[in-house]
């Protein structure tokens, strides 16, 4: 069975463009990484748990914002990896990306150092207009863009 992960596509208008709100993962991997790295803020669900419910947790853990709706629901979409994402697009104008506060995880670094160190689920976020989003997102979270701009004009 495939994992799952649910998450929200917050957007907003800013003028005559649409933008959307990304996240850059944290941690050793990533730090040098940007296009093709950014993601919705997202997390694993286990099987019985509300999806949705699930997204909202993700969002507030990585972001540290509650997000109250309204949610509409984007076609799940499977990454290269396998992992079924299914997300929610959601109006979110005041959201300020330069405030964020994620939670962490602990990771041996170096490489068998026998070190221990914390990092930040989540290390920056930022507001992208759909054109930028395409090169900053991963892969196999574009059909969520494309998406979206079908959804909102």
């Known amino acids: 069975m495939p994992k799952t992960s649910a998450g ?6 800013s003028g005559l463009h ?3 709100f990304l ?3 944290g941690g050793p991997f990533w730090a040098k990484k940007d296009a093709g790295a950014w993601s ?3 997390g694993e669900f286990t099987d019985g748990e509300d999806p949705l419910t699930a997204a909202q947790r993700e969002f507030h853990e990585e972001t540290s914002f ?3 709706g309204p949610f509409t629901p984007l076609t799940p979409v499977k990454q290269p990896g396998g992992k079924i994402v299914h997300a929610w697009f959601v109006p979110a104008p005041d959201l300020d990306a330069s405030a964020i506060r994620s939670n962490t995880f602990s990771l041996e670094w170096p490489p068998r150092s026998g070190k221990t160190r914390e990092f930040p689920e989540v290390d920056r976020a930022a ?9 900053k997102i991963l892969t196999g979270q574009l059909p969520l863009l494309e998406e979206l701009r079908g959804k909102l004009p």
């Open 8 to 13: 929200l596509l917050a957007y907003r208008r």
């Open 40 to 42: 919705i803020p997202k």
């Open 23 to 25: 996240v850059h993962p």
């Open 127 to 135: 507001w992208f207009d759909l054109a930028t989003a395409q090169k």
């Open 18 to 20: 649409l933008e959307v």
């Open 66 to 68: 509650a997000i109250a």
